[in-house]
């Protein structure tokens, strides 16, 4: 976690708090983070106002005046906006705003990442110029050509950030809910009118998500003061043991390509 419909949720939240604020200084307490020369972050960062903030599949990019910042949440990362308390322990990097407020980046696994890059050229370089189209970006014909020749079980395909962005574990099997597709189906079998599908479930899915704000689950939720609501509308997704929402049989939960996934065993045969 967090998948795009958490991470576009936060972005509009931080958008309405810190856009045009300056970073005026910035505390590092696990630059390993940081993928960017560590000096080279330091001096091109500080000084520098943020004017915007996007986002690409589940990235971020803040938009400097002359930089940008690229994170990764990976799967515990968030932002806090506080103001002088005490530092917690999972609070690794902390940037100081020309209003005194702190941006700090928490991530209890340290998974996440941070580079940052020149702003004329972001787009064409590591991590973002390998990112697949988002589901409501693509070409359902280029979706279909693209998987058609693998042997790998769609599941893992929709998973995959160079073929599809945006997409986790959660919204996956969602949306092969939505299009009555077994996750372990084989891409290579996936007919032209299921790969359709497969868009159209997506782009329906992550719609309602980023409505919804996402989904609160286990151990994530975006901070922010902002709590999804999406996991009230889960069909299979965690949901072992229960009915199909469609057609009552007992939803499963199986291991397919190294991730848990729920089905319906009715529906996705």
């Known amino acids: ?41 330091m001096t091109h960062v500080i ?14 990019i803040f938009i400097l005046d002359y930089d940008v910042m690229i994170m990764h949440l990976r799967m515990e990362g968030k932002f806090y906006i506080k103001q002088h308390e005490d530092i917690d322990k999972h609070e690794h990097i902390i940037f100081t705003l020309d209003d005194l ?14 580079h940052v890059l020149p702003i004329k050229d972001y787009l064409n370089v590591y991590p973002l110029n390998g990112l697949g189209r988002e589901p409501k970006d693509q070409n359902k014909l ?21 073929i599809i962005s945006g997409l ?9 809910f939505l299009a009555k597709i077994h996750p372990s189906r084989l891409a290579s079998k ?7 599908d497969l868009i159209d479930a997506a782009t329906k899915v992550l719609a309602k998500a980023v409505e919804l704000g996402g989904t ?21 997704h965690t949901k072992q043991g229960e009915p199909c929402p469609v057609c009552k049989q007992e939803i499963i939960k199986i291991r397919v390509a190294g991730r848990g996934s729920y089905v319906c065993p009715n529906c996705q045969k």
């Open 1 to 41: 976690m967090p998948e795009l419909p958490e991470v576009e949720t936060v972005r509009r939240t931080l958008l309405l708090k810190i856009k045009d604020k300056k970073i005026i200084d910035i505390f590092v307490l696990y630059p390993n983070i940081i993928k960017t020369d560590i000096t080279y972050f």
């Open 47 to 60: 000084n520098q106002t943020i004017r915007d903030i996007k986002r690409m599949g589940k990235y971020l």
């Open 101 to 114: 407020s702190q941006l700090r980046y928490h991530d209890v696994r340290k998974f996440g990442t941070l």
């Open 142 to 162: 280029d979706f279909y050509n693209q998987i058609h020749h693998t042997n790998r079980p769609i599941k893992g395909v929709m998973l995959d950030q160079h």
């Open 168 to 176: 986790g574990n959660i919204y996956v099997d969602e949306t092969l």
């Open 190 to 196: 996936i007919t032209k009118k299921q790969a359709s």
């Open 216 to 236: 609160t689950i286990r151990s994530y939720t975006s901070s922010l003061g902002v709590h999804g609501r999406f996991q009230n509308q889960l069909n299979v």
